[in-house]
């Protein structure tokens, strides 16, 4: 398997982005991959440009989006951090020739072509998608597109979280615990990462809701609408069955009524600790 380095990372209090280096070693990066998630690209293009979303131009006018990718924003820690990203990706992508294969029926309402991305890195080609989560230059975004890599996605990600690197020395970026209320200001209408273990179920005949942590003002509460409930247990996961275990949570959150995510996808949800698992039927 492909090994990626990336060097001189030492954020500190001024995320002091100076360079990545690729090396390849020993064996082919993909051979291991599922035969469902890309290995390799179908269609050829050279960067032009990438802007701070990190959507790729290519020569011939394509405009990529990289599926299962949240660009990273500015914080009050560092309020360039998109942008010395998209320079990072800018020196190791542009003018060079990518590979990539479209995810999806079409550009999508930007225009863009959501897409996994494949470039240059030591004698072979890596996913741009999967090395951004890996760089920890990136969080995963669950999605229709994304989620026949989701394994190998959220792998990266989770290996970066782990190491702390990139945006996870950012304290914005630190997932948040339903016992810590006061971390949910600020992050309104946001992409948020919360932990907690579930308290209590309460179905209902339209939508079916966990709630996390302690009861209260500040009870933090997972909602799922009743239509989507038969995705989640094709892929495993039987949402009524989630009584003690503890979550980690993805999307965006609202304060409305009490802070609040929303899931449509079984991506968006992980079982951690001990019952630890990623939903069946998911990045295969």
């Not at 360079?19 to 890309?38: E, V």
């Not at 009050?76 to 942008?83: C, H, K, N, T």
């Not at 542009?94 to 294969?101: I, M, P, S």
């Amino acid at each position: 398997m492909a090994a990626i380095y990336w060097l001189n990372f030492d954020l500190g209090r001024t995320f002091g982005l100076v360079g990545l280096i690729f090396l390849s070693l020993l064996q082919p990066a993909r051979a291991a991959m599922p035969a469902s998630c890309p290995a390799q690209g179908e269609k050829t293009g050279t960067v032009t440009e990438i802007d701070e979303q990190l959507d790729i131009a290519l020569a011939d006018g394509t405009r990529l989006g990289l599926v299962g990718i949240e660009p990273p924003r500015p914080t009050a820690l560092d309020g360039a951090l998109d942008s010395k990203i998209r320079d990072q990706l800018r020196a190791w992508l542009l003018d060079h020739e990518v590979t990539y294969v479209p995810a999806g029926n079409g550009p999508d309402r930007w225009g863009r072509v959501p897409a996994f991305v494949f470039a240059p890195a030591g004698e072979g080609m890596i996913s741009v998608n999967e090395a951004l989560l890996d760089a920890g230059f990136a969080r995963y975004l669950p999605g229709e597109a994304a989620h026949i890599c989701h394994a190998r996605l959220l792998a990266a990600e989770a290996g970066a979280r782990e190491a702390t690197l990139g945006i996870w020395r950012d304290p914005y970026y630190a997932i948040i615990d339903t016992g810590k209320p006061a971390i949910f200001e600020g992050k309104d209408g946001a992409l948020a990462l919360v932990e907690g273990k579930v308290t209590r179920i309460a179905p209902t005949r339209f939508r079916t809701r966990l709630y996390l942590g302690s009861n209260g003002p500040h009870v933090f509460t997972i909602t799922v609408i009743q239509r989507d409930i038969k995705m989640f247990e094709a892929a495993g996961m039987h949402v009524s069955r989630l009584l003690g275990q503890t979550l980690r949570v993805r999307g965006l959150l609202d304060l409305s009524f009490g802070p609040e995510i929303e899931v449509s996808r079984p991506d968006a949800l992980e079982i951690i600790g001990e019952a630890a698992k990623a939903p069946s039927g998911l990045g295969r």
